[in-house]
């Protein structure tokens, strides 16, 4: 052992004479998922990843940034950070680098990388070492079938010297959160309407459809050089490039398109190509249609590796980035412990004070359902979906099946309240109104009134064509299907505001929010029937939120109209 590290051994050993250890995520549950199971402890020699979230400064002044340049009212609208200036505001202090640096290095531990912004640090690290970091903490590894994670069943505690420097480590507890598809094969048995006339009958969703639905000529394409959109891959989900060629083959024949991805970032796999990969690369591409497109592949192929974290460091690491990030991914609230709730909302902070547009899936569980201690029954909100600083897309159907047609809700959109965040001040106007108005709301005690509501719009999520694996695939349904949608929408918009010389959308929200709080805006369509599931009890038997003129918790403001949303968000900031 060199002199070096028995220095850093012997100064470390001070703090820890009278030591007193302190638990960051004392909420974090530890749950295994149905299909995983233990197979046994690691051994200490063997490697782990851990993600360090070390503490930020300024946070509160970059909430005041974030709220600047995204509020069409303020004179700073669109003057957004560069990667260099948000690192300048949020950067640790020096006294927190040298405080966890000192920290490993007394545990021997120098294999860490950092990202640009300097508030993470992912290190290489035994086992055995982890665990002598990480009080209580115990390494064991998962299996579900070919997959495997090593995570501790066990909660962590740090030396309460390091409180003020560390938010949470990742790689512990938390399994990655799987979301897939919806098959709605059944819904080939329904009769089509009487009235189904030709020009509007279609059996099943398709890029046509969209365009037919939500106003885009075969001329609403990018054309700007300097416009992106992206989105993400989680847990071996992967689209193949043959794939997208022959849904555009198939389906993109009318409008101008690329047929192949511009940018992979990170792992591109080369199994099975999985259908929720490419149904979000299908539709992002031809509704963003001719727009350059990256796919960000998070595979958590490091067994203690979170996925979604990972992409979170991506996007802390890279000075260009597209303006449009669509999501299909979220986890139930009460499976994550607040403290990483918070800190991955100062992630979404970041990245809106660049600029960029991130929107997630609302989720395929209405409501959701959860009983509490003493057996009653909650609604359970879904993150990042309740997230304040994301702009979250519900789901809908059309009100006739097989006609391109009205629209109603989808009853699985996800919706509600969350229980961890407050009302966002862009919305609360808009969700009063929704509280004080609706003509049957679900038990109070059912869900928070006062938390941050969601979705904010809504697309089509029912009975979607989808190629993958070389086979076209119908009555694919859920919020992964509607978010990209939206997504290539907003790319559509922020191409002709790069046209006009004029900044990209940002986060969205405040723009939308006072947008519809005007009235008489034509550029959603209100979505006005239908409600989605929730709890199988006596008490709501099985209903949740119901959707309701304006805001509602299942369609948010509607479903877009694009020329009129263009020509609304065109005007913003001029």
């Known amino acids: 052992m060199g002199r070096r590290v028995l220095r850093c051994l012997a100064a470390w050993a001070c703090l820890c004479v009278a030591a007193s250890w302190w638990a960051p995520e004392p909420d974090q549950p530890f749950r295994v998922p149905g299909g995983w199971r233990r197979v046994g402890r690691v051994a200490a020699a063997e490697e782990l990843r851990l993600t360090l979230a070390l503490r930020q400064q300024n946070v509160a002044r970059l909430a005041e940034v974030l709220r600047e340049v995204s509020s069409p009212d303020s004179a700073r609208y669109g003057q957004f950070l560069s990667l260099v200036e948000v690192r300048s505001l949020v950067q640790p202090s020096s006294l927190t680098l040298d405080t966890v640096r000192k920290w490993l290095e007394a545990h021997g531990v120098r294999a860490c990388s950092g990202v640009s912004t300097l508030d993470f640090l ?3 690290v035994p086992a055995g070492t982890a665990e002598q970091l990480l009080p209580g903490a115990q390494f064991h590894r998962y299996e579900n079938g070919e997959r495997s994670v090593v995570r501790s069943p066990f909660p962590y505690t740090l030396h309460e010297e390091l409180a003020d420097h560390v938010d949470f480590v990742g790689g512990l507890h938390r399994f990655p959160a799987e979301r897939r598809v919806i098959s709605r094969a059944w819904a080939t048995e329904k009769s089509l309407p009487q009235n189904a006339g030709l020009p509007t009958l279609h059996l099943g969703v398709t890029p046509a459809v969209i365009r037919k639905r939500y106003n885009l000529t075969d001329g609403d394409v990018g054309t700007s050089s300097n416009n992106s959109q992206a989105c993400a ?4 989900q992967y689209f193949h490039p043959a794939d997208l060629a022959e849904f555009m083959q198939l389906f993109g024949g009318s409008f101008a398109h690329h047929s192949s991805v511009d940018q992979v970032v990170g792992h591109q796999g080369w199994g099975k190509a999985g259908v929720e990969a490419s149904l979000d690369v299908e539709y992002l591409m031809s509704t963003g249609a001719n727009i350059s497109t990256w796919v960000f592949s998070n595979a958590g192929r490091h067994e203690s590796q979170e996925p979604f974290l990972d992409w979170l460091l991506v996007l ?29 909302n100062v992630e979404f902070m970041k990245a809106g004070a660049r600029g960029i547009s991130i929107l997630f899936a609302s989720g395929d569980s209405g409501a959701g359902c959860r009983k509490a201690p003493g057996g009653k029954h909650l609604f359970r909100p879904s993150f990042p979906a309740s997230s304040p600083y994301v702009t979250t897309v519900g789901g809908t159907s059309f009100l006739h099946p097989f006609l391109v047609s009205a629209e109603v809700t989808d009853y699985i959109s996800g919706g509600g309240f969350s229980n961890v965040f407050p009302m966002p001040s862009y919305q609360a106007a808009a ?53 990209p949608v939206v997504g290539g929408i907003l790319a559509l918009i922020n191409d002709r505001r790069l046209q006009r010389g004029r900044a990209p959308l940002g986060f969205l929200n405040p723009a939308l929010y006072r947008l519809q709080a005007r009235g008489g805006s034509s550029a959603l369509y209100d979505v006005t029937q239908g409600c989605h599931l929730s709890c199988l009890d006596d008490t709501v038997e099985g209903q949740g939120f119901c959707a309701a003129p304006s805001w509602d918790p299942v369609t948010g403001w509607g479903t877009p109209n694009f020329p009129e949303l263009l020509r609304a968000l065109l005007a913003q900031g001029s």
Not at 233 to 236: A, K, S
Not at 446 to 459: E, F, I, K, T, V
């Open 122 to 124: 992912q290190c290489r």
């Open 431 to 483: 969700v009063k109104r929704f509280l004080s108005t609706a003509p049957k709301l679900p038990p109070a005690s059912y869900y928070n009134s006062s938390g941050r509501a969601y979705p904010d719009l809504a697309a089509l999520s029912d009975n979607y064509w989808v190629v993958t694996n070389r086979i076209p695939m119908p009555w694919v349904s859920g919020t992964s299907a509607s978010t």
């Open 233 to 236: 891959q989680f847990l071996e």
């Open 316 to 344: 802390s690491n890279l000075s260009a980035l597209p303006w449009v990030h669509s999501v299909s991914y979220g986890d139930d609230e009460d499976s994550l412990s607040r403290a990483y709730m918070e800190r991955v």
